[in-house]
């Protein structure tokens, strides 16, 4: 049974502090890695995805890979209000296909003014 | 460009009726996969196809079908609703670098 395993929070942070989510997956052959923010009663928007081990960085968004340890995580830095969403993690099934996603049960962010 | 579009944005059905949703890949596009979010959880795989043909289907039963056109949109049937089938289910596309969502379309049975 692949699974992706995320701490459903919620993850309550001061604006301006940072919001460190987390992710662990059991499939090791999964080669393709994505988080996704969804605000409430809307679908998921693509915000970061990450492929190799390591870190990768875009605006106040970091991304990090550990395959060896099979974990995933984002960092938000600056966080503000506007980021108070559910954050899903997803990791692709099998190797390549990225049509084919497994999800977490995502993490509630609440970023308090 | 237009995103992923889908319809109805919203359903109500009962118990044993049918329901086909329908989107539209992002331009270009031509993978789709369709998922199935229950409130409070992460989206569920039911099924993907690439260029016509299935490409991979979830751990969902025979009731779910689904299909792709030439044109790549597609349409996914659920028949013989059971009340456990109401969720927002949601159409993506791909171009290889992560899915791409649409709006969702969210389905009451009742």
């Known amino acids: 049974q692949k699974e992706v395993e995320q701490n459903s929070g919620p993850l309550s942070v001061p604006e301006g502090a940072i919001a460190s989510l987390n992710c662990t997956y059991s499939d090791r052959v999964s080669q393709s890695f994505f988080w996704y923010r969804q605000y409430s009663g809307k679908s998921p928007e693509l915000i970061m995805s990450i492929y190799s081990n390591g870190d990768k960085e875009d605006g106040r968004f970091t991304a990090q890979l550990n395959k060896a340890s099979q974990y995933v995580s984002l960092l938000i830095r600056d966080s503000q209000p506007s980021d108070s969403a559910t954050y899903l993690c997803?990791?692709?099934w099998g190797s390549g296909n990225t049509g084919k996603l497994i999800f977490g049960q995502g993490t509630t962010l609440q970023v308090k003014p | 460009d237009a995103g992923v579009t889908q319809s109805p944005t919203h359903l109500i059905k009962t118990r044993g009726q049918q329901v086909t949703l329908r989107c539209s890949p992002i331009?270009?596009?031509?993978?789709v996969s369709w998922y199935q979010q229950v409130l409070g959880q992460g989206p569920q795989f039911i099924f993907q196809?690439?260029?016509?043909?299935?490409?991979g289907r979830g751990n969902f039963p025979d009731r779910f079908s689904a299909r792709q056109f030439p044109n790549y949109s597609s349409e996914l049937n659920v028949n013989a609703l059971l009340l456990g089938d109401s969720a927002l289910y949601l159409c993506?596309?791909?171009?290889?670098?992560?899915?791409?969502f649409g709006a969702g379309t969210r389905l009451s049975v009742l």
């Open positions: 331009s270009g596009h031509k993978s």
């Open positions: 196809y690439y260029e016509k043909e299935e490409r």
């Open positions: 993506a596309s791909s171009s290889g670098q992560g899915l791409d």
């Open positions: 997803a990791v692709s």
